[in-house]
């Protein structure tokens, strides 16, 4: 759950994304731009439309084309502590606040909550690869930030280390991304469904990492990072039952799965 605030930006700024179109993207005929999951209780969450298109991943010395074939929709912001426990009964997190990320989850137990919402809603609700993660996180840009190269822009989109007050902050409060996702940067780490593992030598399509591993791929950085640990290409690991208060997720939904 977000503001009314930050909702009024998040819409505004996915109406200029399609206005201006998106580069080197292109659209799924028929796909409505966002939608909304029912997670029960009067609590929702709103995902975005990510369109298919083309990207050069990873860090600049050393990148390989991806080709991202399907558009699929992304939570616009990272879970929520109110989303999780509509979904899993309970709120693991030691920073609370309902509207505030959830964090203090493990990769299992984001899997696990995913698997309660597909079932929920039917739908098929899944932890991003780490491709689809830079993809939507770098939203046709090519820069360090989604935004820009310089640190100094960090604060207008990002909860970092020199301005979130040593805890995690509501999220959908910054601004977001051009194409609609919030707290890409910062807030909390983002698990992603890949095993942590050396980069394909080539261009690939859909990658899903390796096929086994010892720790999961987390994404974006956190409200105790400086800004290079925020960047697009950044990429850290942990074993998939580690909790940490600067830990969360967020979640995707293919545009093909059932019910939509
Ligand atoms: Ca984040």
Not at 3 to 16: F, G, H, I
């Amino acid at each position: 759950m977000a503001t009314r605030q930050a909702w009024a930006r998040w819409a505004a700024a996915l109406a200029a994304a399609a206005l201006l179109g998106a580069p080197g993207c292109s659209s799924e005929p028929g796909a409505p731009a966002a939608k909304e999951l029912d997670l029960g209780g009067g609590v929702t969450m709103k995902l975005v439309l990510i369109p298919a298109g083309k990207f050069m991943m990873g860090e600049e010395k050393d990148q390989h084309e991806v080709t991202i074939s399907k558009p699929f929709y992304m939570g616009a912001t990272e879970v929520t502590q109110a989303q999780y426990e509509a979904v899993m009964g309970t709120n693991p997190s030691r920073l609370k606040g309902a509207t505030n990320p959830v964090e203090t989850v493990s990769w299992n137990d984001a899997t696990e909550f995913c698997k309660k919402l597909s079932e929920k809603t039917r739908q098929a609700v899944r932890l991003p690869t780490e491709a689809e993660w830079e993809y939507a996180c770098r939203a046709g840009s090519k820069t360090r930030f989604s935004f820009g190269d310089a640190d100094e822009g960090l604060g207008d989109y990002a909860w970092y280390r020199a301005n979130c007050g040593y805890t995690t902050n509501p999220v959908g409060q910054k601004k977001p991304n051009a194409w609609g996702l919030f707290d890409m940067h910062g807030n909390v780490w983002e698990w992603c469904a890949d095993w942590y593992g050396d980069y394909p030598k080539g261009a690939v399509t859909d990658p899903e990492g390796l096929a086994s591993g010892a720790a999961r791929v987390v994404r974006g950085g956190d409200w105790g990072g400086i800004p290079e640990d925020c960047r697009s290409a950044n990429r850290s690991q942990s074993t998939p039952g580690y909790r940490s208060n600067n830990c969360g997720f967020r979640v995707v939904v293919s545009v093909s799965a059932p019910g939509l």
